[in-house]
């Protein structure tokens, strides 16, 4: 009975839990840490949200059971963004569900499509839940490039040819958590033939189509032709509408992918709470300037903090969607590797950020940077990295003991 339970076996110790560790240290210790490690908006849920909510909840009704794959109204709203934003149309009876946040959505439909031994593509590195939810639902997961390009394309091919048993789906996450990494249009249009071909099913996580920086807003592979066929996409309200704790994402594609997960849903919960429901339909159907000042308030902390660093001497990739900068760890410090490097960075600078291993191995050599703090205290964390980077440079970068104990 000391053993651990199987599907547990398969689960690494999640690495983010020795950062975050060191953190809750720190703070306990009287420290004052600035924590852009989570991807945690900081902004409040716009107020007429708010207020659809509280009006909601007043009514005895909404306090019953929900509908699992979500309220008409909710689904019909989603099938309306997705006509006005990306000129798809959806069938919200057939092809549209309301998840938990996507998250959720994601893992339970791994566990809807996935036998034993089933072998899955993903991009490495990956939001977490990409590989893991199938991973939990006895998959073998099978790492692609994360770049949306000729590179990703030809590494799907050879792994439907060398692989055995065959990919029966693939993963794809633009723009990307954590990379950053937008794709476009045309790109999307040979993902889904390459798929239609191979007869892959696509899972696209979209939760950050609404953060970008430019003036072409990122497409859905939903826009291409025939993609229906063989793909379901993942959309959330966390990030768009500053409510990630309200757990209200959805699922849109494939009637036959949305029928799996209805019906693995139907045995698991009975729906997000009604009053939330509809407050999420206020939000896609009302005003739309919440999400405009959304997008600005990080393009202005993305160019607080990218110019900032760099002036530092910390050279980073200038987003262009997301919410996140990925940031290769600096050349003296990339022998640490993305924890110890983090750790340091607390230790020293005490800004928390997320070390890239934790999106897969092919991470070790980035940190993940949220844009989740107020002005004034992103000035304070590039203030912070610059006297550590410029420090004294007969200061060791060997793995240290840190000051809130932990072993480096």
């Known amino acids: ?84 934003r990306f000129g798809v149309k959806i069938d919200p009876e057939s092809e549209a569900i309301v998840t938990l946040g996507s998250k959720e959505g994601l893992a339970n439909l791994a566990s809807s499509i996935t036998s034993p031994g089933d072998t899955i593509l993903v991009p490495n590195p ?9 991973i939990i639902a006895g998959a073998s997961v099978r790492s692609i490039p994360a770049t949306p390009d000729d590179e990703m394309l030809s590494a ?102 949305i029928n799996a997960l209805t019906r693995m849903k139907s045995y698991l919960d009975y729906g997000a709470f009604t009053p939330i429901q509809v407050a999420a339909v206020a939000a896609l159907n009302g005003p739309q300037d919440c999400v405009e000042e959304m997008r600005t308030l990080y393009r202005e902390r993305r160019d607080l903090i990218i110019p900032g660093l760099a002036a530092a001497g910390w050279e980073i990739p200038n987003p262009e969607g997301s919410m996140f900068a990925w940031a290769p760890i ?17 230790e020293r600078a005490k800004v928390a950020v997320a070390p890239g291993i934790g999106f897969g191995e092919y991470g070790d050599d980035h940190v993940r940077i949220a844009f989740v703090e107020n002005n004034q205290r992103l000035r304070q964390a590039v203030r912070s990295i610059r006297a550590f980077l410029q420090g004294d440079s007969n200061v060791s970068t060997e793995p240290v003991v840190d000051a809130v104990g932990m072993a480096g």
Do not use: C
């Not at 990379?179 to 979209?206: G, N, P, Q």
């Open 1 to 84: 009975m000391t053993e651990e339970f199987h599907r547990i076996r398969r689960l690494p110790p999640y690495v983010f839990a020795e950062v975050n560790s060191a953190k809750a240290k720190a703070r306990a210790a009287g420290e004052d840490i600035i924590d852009l490690g989570m991807g945690n908006p900081d902004s409040a849920t716009p107020p007429h949200i708010v207020a659809k909510l509280v009006e909601a909840v007043q009514d005895p009704r909404s306090h019953r059971y929900s509908v699992s794959r979500g309220i008409p109204g909710l689904r019909r709203a989603l099938a309306a963004y997705y006509d006005r």
């Open 126 to 134: 990956s939001y977490p839940i990409h590989q893991f939810g199938f």
């Open 156 to 257: 799907i091919d050879r792994a439907v040819r060398h692989s055995v048993p065959k990919p029966t789906a693939l993963i794809v996450n633009f723009p990307s958590n954590p990379t950053a990494y937008l794709a476009s249009l045309e790109f999307y249009k040979e993902l889904v033939a390459l798929a239609r071909r191979h007869e892959l099913f696509i899972l696209s996580d979209l939760a950050y189509s609404e953060i970008y920086f430019g003036s072409e807003p990122p497409p859905s592979v939903l826009q291409v032709e025939g993609a229906k066929d063989i793909t379901v996409e993942f959309t959330s309200m966390s990030k768009t509408y500053s409510m990630p704790g309200w757990r209200i994402g959805f699922a849109a594609g494939n009637p036959r992918l």
């Open 330 to 346: 600096p050349p003296r410090y990339k022998h640490l590797g993305s924890v110890e490097f983090s750790k340091l960075l607390l």
